[in-house]
């Protein structure tokens, strides 16, 4: 309603229903968005699309319009429908994400990652025994610019050294 109140308030309100949970920045865009329903609120698919763009399945360049909404941890074993466990996916890779030895894995790229808070995919071991999860560059060319742009003023420092 646009009021406020405290936390432990809105915790008393929020017993036993089932609330939607948004916390925004300074300038209102989303930083969470959680409900603890199956499907994704169309403001939760507006966040997904600014920021996965699209497919997060490496390689695949299938834009935002073609993707559906995917739990990252499943939720029939729990996940729940937030933003930090929601992914982008287009009909081809979500076929392809499953728990038998040919299925694709995914998960949330971890703090230590360059793409923390990403969508990571992990190949089956027949196509990838490392077992490695990798994210999807192809909708993020602005963050492949800056690593090269990184990449290239450390090696011209390096030789000025
Ligand atoms: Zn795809």
Redesign the pocket.
């Known amino acids: 309603s646009g009021g406020h109140v405290s936390i432990d308030e809105a915790l008393k309100m929020a017993e036993g229903t089932c609330p939607v949970l948004a916390v925004l920045d300074a300038d209102g865009l989303p930083l969470y968005l959680g409900r603890c329903e199956r499907l994704a609120t169309p403001a939760q698919r507006l966040a997904l699309i600014a920021r996965d763009k699209?497919?997060?399945?490496p390689g695949?360049d299938?834009p935002a319009s073609m993707?559906a909404v995917h739990h990252i941890t499943d939720w029939a074993k729990g996940g729940p429908t937030d933003l930090t466990n929601l992914t982008l996916?287009?009909d081809?890779?979500?076929a392809l994400v499953n728990d038998s030895a040919d299925g694709w894995k995914t998960v949330v790229m971890g703090k230590d990652s360059p793409y923390r808070g990403r969508t990571g995919w992990i190949a089956p071991k027949r196509l990838d025994p490392t077992g490695t999860a990798r994210v999807n560059d192809r909708h993020h060319v602005g963050q492949q610019v800056a690593t090269a742009i990184d990449s290239s003023c450390q090696r011209w420092g390096s030789r000025a050294a």
Do not use: F, I, L
């Not at 699209?54 to 399945?57: A, K, M, Q």
């Open positions: 699209g497919c997060t399945r695949c299938a993707c996916v287009c081809h890779c979500h």
